[in-house]
């Protein structure tokens, strides 16, 4: 459950898989001390941009490398004129009009036409995932909410976020941060949890893994611990299970323990 028990890499992979664009790539994402690497195959050049805006909006990213990144190869369109594989058309031969693979508009070929539209859609794309990455710099930009874990995924010209705040005036004044950056269209904070002490509970980080980390306090149990997590105390089973604890009653002060997601 974020914002406490998954990785920056899952954040990073959920994000790019909620966009329409990204999701059926199956890119890969890797994550080290907040450094991110994703590889895949995308469609052209452009998709480095669109990867990078969008992980850019999540929390504790400092860096997006999208080198691994492989563009495929786009197919030219068949000159007239030139042989084509079962039409019988051979060179220098006169082929009908409706029969031409690009069909003449004006200035433009259909093929040309359809090229273009496609640049301006990944543009609009592009410009649009923006506004994810300027909401999350005017959250960070703020006094009272720059310690919140907040996640900023975009949707349209709307943006959804994810995470949790310390209280009800953090989440009022979370909305607001998010509506005054231009080009916002919309907010979706159903994803935010008002969770006392999530500043506090926010502030041990892995930097190996991202995953968060818990030191035990004096008087702690493993079922307060997945409360204050999960929200549920029965989920101390998985805290148990993830750090190979046998006996759940057995924890000690100053123990680490890693929150799973």
Do not use: C
Request: charged share 25%; proline share 4%; net charge negative.
């Amino acid at each position: 459950m974020w914002p406490f028990g998954k990785s920056t890499k899952d954040r990073v992979a959920e994000a790019l898989n909620a966009q329409p664009r990204l999701q059926n790539l199956g890119l890969q994402v890797t994550e080290q001390g907040g450094n991110v690497r994703v590889t895949g195959m995308v469609p052209n050049d452009r998709y480095g941009n669109l990867v990078k805006v969008v992980a850019e909006g999540i929390n504790g990213v400092k860096s997006v490398d999208v080198s691994g990144l492989v563009a495929q190869q786009e197919t030219s369109p068949v000159q007239a004129g030139s042989t084509s594989a079962g039409t019988g058309t051979s060179a220098g031969a006169t082929t009908p009009a409706a029969q031409t693979p690009d069909i003449q508009m004006g200035e433009k070929t259909m093929t040309q036409q359809s090229a273009g539209t496609a640049e301006l859609d990944d543009q609009a794309f592009e410009e649009q995932s923006k506004i994810a990455k300027a909401v999350l710099s005017a959250i960070r930009s703020n006094g009272e909410l720059s310690d919140d874990p907040i996640d900023v995924l975009q949707s349209g010209k709307s943006v959804i976020l994810r995470g949790a705040v310390d209280n009800d005036h953090e989440l009022r004044l979370l909305e607001q941060v998010a509506r005054a950056v231009s080009g916002v269209a919309g907010v979706d904070t159903s994803g935010v949890k008002v969770t006392v002490g999530t500043k506090e509970l926010a502030k041990e980080k892995d930097t190996e893994s991202g995953d968060t980390v818990y030191t035990v306090k004096s008087g702690d149990t493993l079922s307060e611990i997945a409360q204050k997590y999960y929200g549920d105390a029965m989920e101390y089973k998985k805290i148990a299970h993830y750090n190979n604890i046998s006996n759940p009653d057995l924890i000690q002060p100053g123990q680490k323990i890693r929150i799973p997601g």
